[in-house]
Each structure stands twice: as C-alpha cells, then as structure tokens.
C-alpha cells in the first residue's frame, strides 16, 4: 500500500445536501424530471457565478450552465457522487467547459479591419514575446494535469484557493501543495528565460 499524498486528500466533512443529492442524482437517472428541477434551483446559482468569473462574460456563462446541467441529465445513474454531494463534480463540468470555451475563443480571434496609419516595425520584438509565450506554453503542458488546473484556476481564471479545492475536490492545503510545486516546476523550466528578461530591463 503506499501513502496518501496530500493531493488524494479531499475536504473534511461531508456537504449537508450530500445524501439528498445522491437520490436525486439516481432519480434523475430514471429520467425524473422533479429531481432534476429540485438540483437546478439547488446549484444553478453557484455554476453560473462561477462561469461568470471565469468567462466575464454573462451570455457566455448561463450557455455553459446550462450545458454542464445538460450533462447531469445525460450522466443520469452513471454519475458516481464523492462525500461532498454534486457540487464539486457540477464545478469541475463548468470550469472545464469553460476553459475549453476559453481556448477555443483564442484560437479563433481574427480582425477584418486594417490599419489607417502606418505603424512602427515592431516584428523583432512580436517574433520574440511569441518565442516566450510558446516556451511558458510548453512548460504549462510539462506540468501533471492537476498541477496544471490549479495554477490555470488560481492565476489565469481569478478563482480563490477555497474555489479551486472545490473545483479539484481536494483540500485547500492540496491546493497550496499543488501551485508550490507548479510554480518551482515552472520557474525551472523558465530560468533562462527570466533571467534574460531582467537583463533586457537591467
């Protein structure tokens, strides 16, 4: 047997809806549609705000709540609830809809306008922050899926290290364990770069 890393740890105490939320869960799976209404008016307030900060973006967020909603009908009996009810798994649907939603609107960004005025050449200098940002790009690939999440839900999204816990289903002392480790990942994969960047402003 081999021991238990803070990573696997998840919250102390059980959530008070947890029980509640396991028969309606199974009812939902028998496609009870009371059930389901019973679990949105329970946890449509708490994904959505969380959508919300994720995305700043209202329209964008009450379409992935609904979608993540839409995915608890499908999951139906199949979903297996923690001791902590269908909270955290209703968060971790959203956050990764949401981070999905997030990617996808920065890949497909594209301008039809031209410039009036002539700009000044600044090729070197976009040629060399795109060099750094594919590099850090790597280096957040590089990083375990969990650590990943973490550092992308505290630094990128805004989200708190208790919200974060949620999302992850781990303890907030996890958390912490998880973006330490990230950020020193991190800072070693990017020590060249750093130290470049302070000799430029030197």
Same mark, same amino acid.
Do not use: F, G, N, Y
């Given at each position: 047997m081999g021991t238990t890393t803070p990573e696997a740890n998840v919250r102390t105490g059980p959530w008070p809806d947890a029980p509640e939320d396991r028969v309606l869960v199974t009812r939902v799976g028998r496609q009870d549609r009371q059930a389901f209404r019973i679990l949105v008016d329970r946890?449509?307030? +708490?994904? =959505?705000?969380?959508? %919300? *900060?994720?995305?700043k973006d209202e329209a964008e967020a009450d379409d992935i709540a609904q979608e993540a909603l839409l995915r608890l009908w499908r999951a139906g009996e199949t979903l297996e609830l923690g001791p902590h009810g269908l909270r955290p798994w209703? *968060? *971790?649907?959203?956050s990764n809809?949401?981070?999905? %939603?997030? %990617?996808?609107? *920065?890949?497909? $960004? =594209?301008? #039809?306008? $031209?410039?009036?005025m002539a700009e000044e050449p600044t090729q070197e200098a976009g040629l060399e922050?795109? #060099?750094l940002a594919r590099r850090v790009g790597e280096a957040m690939n590089a990083l375990p899926e969990r650590q990943r999440r973490a550092l992308t839900l505290f630094h990128h999204e805004g989200l708190s290290q208790a919200e974060v816990a949620e999302v992850l289903g781990v303890s907030d002392e996890a958390v912490e364990s998880l973006l330490a480790r990230a950020r020193r990942a991190l %800072?070693?994969?990017?020590?060249? @770069?750093?130290? +470049?960047?302070?000799?430029? @402003? +030197?």
């Open positions: 946890h449509l307030t +708490s994904i =959505v705000t969380l959508a %919300r *900060r994720m995305l209703l *968060r *971790r649907v959203t809809l949401c981070l999905d %939603r997030i %990617r996808s609107t *920065r890949r497909t $960004v =594209v301008t #039809d306008e $031209v410039p009036e922050q795109q #060099d %800072r070693a994969s990017l020590e060249k @770069d750093w130290k +470049s960047l302070l000799e430029k @402003d +030197s």
